[in-house]
């Protein structure tokens, strides 16, 4: 049974940091592409950053590069978001999710994504 279970969620204040992580089993974490993703209300799920299967390349919307640093362990199937600087338009339920190819993430094929986490909600106060 597949499963991605994020966690660290909560509520912060704008400028503070917050790290997420997403736990993964049931597939060959290290042949995927992992990558997160937010869904504000009210608003369409997007794209915040994704990590290749090698954990040599790294991808961001143009909203949280800089911001956010996305990594991977293969040895402990987890992967991580570590968020600073955080704005209340980074308020979101952030969701992690696993494919083979990047590009299903970069050009957010959300129906085409091979699996999703519940997510996890961060509130930004300001």
């Known amino acids: 049974q597949v499963q991605l279970v994020e966690s660290g969620g909560g509520l912060v204040q704008a400028g503070d940091s917050l790290r997420l992580s997403c736990a993964a089993s049931?597939?060959?974490?290290?042949?995927?592409?992992m990558g997160w993703f937010r869904e504000a209300p009210g608003k369409e799920r997007e794209f915040v950053g994704a990590i290749s299967w090698s954990e040599d390349r790294t991808y961001y919307s143009d909203s949280v590069k800089g911001r956010f640093t996305i990594s991977r362990d293969n040895a402990k199937n987890t992967v991580s978001l570590q968020m600073t600087s955080l704005k209340p338009e980074d308020t979101a339920v952030y969701y992690c999710?696993?494919?083979?190819?990047?590009?299903?993430?970069?050009?957010?094929?959300?129906?085409?994504?091979?699996?999703w986490g519940q997510g996890t909600t961060v509130t930004v106060s300001s």
């Open positions: 049931g597939f060959l974490f290290k042949s995927y592409v």
């Open positions: 999710a696993a494919d083979r190819y990047v590009v299903t993430m970069t050009e957010r094929r959300l129906d085409a994504m091979e699996y």
